[in-house]
């Protein structure tokens, strides 16, 4: 029966251009969430609020310092949501 090593995916992510390709792919994670809000943005707060930043020296976080992100995402009994967080997943 093989083994795997302990803590491949660590292992993995400090690989020689492994962290450029995933800060790459969260860079395109936020364009997405940002195409799919423009068309809906009126202030630009929720558009402004989108950032990717390291989490860690392998990890990277895309999110809104928009403390209304979630009822702009899903909507409220009011409003229909954008769903710019599904989108660019």
Do not use: C, W
């Amino acid at each position: 029966m093989a083994e795997l090593m302990r803590k491949l995916d660590e292992h993995i992510a400090g690989l020689p251009g492994v962290n450029a390709r995933v800060r790459a792919e969260a860079q395109m994670r936020g364009a997405i969430m940002r195409s799919i809000i423009a068309p809906h943005s009126k202030s630009g707060e929720l558009l402004g609020s989108i950032f990717v930043e390291a989490a860690n020296d392998k990890d990277y976080i895309v999110g809104s310092s928009d403390p209304n992100a979630v009822s702009k995402n899903y909507g409220t009994s009011r409003t229909r949501g954008i769903h710019f967080i599904e989108g660019a997943m």
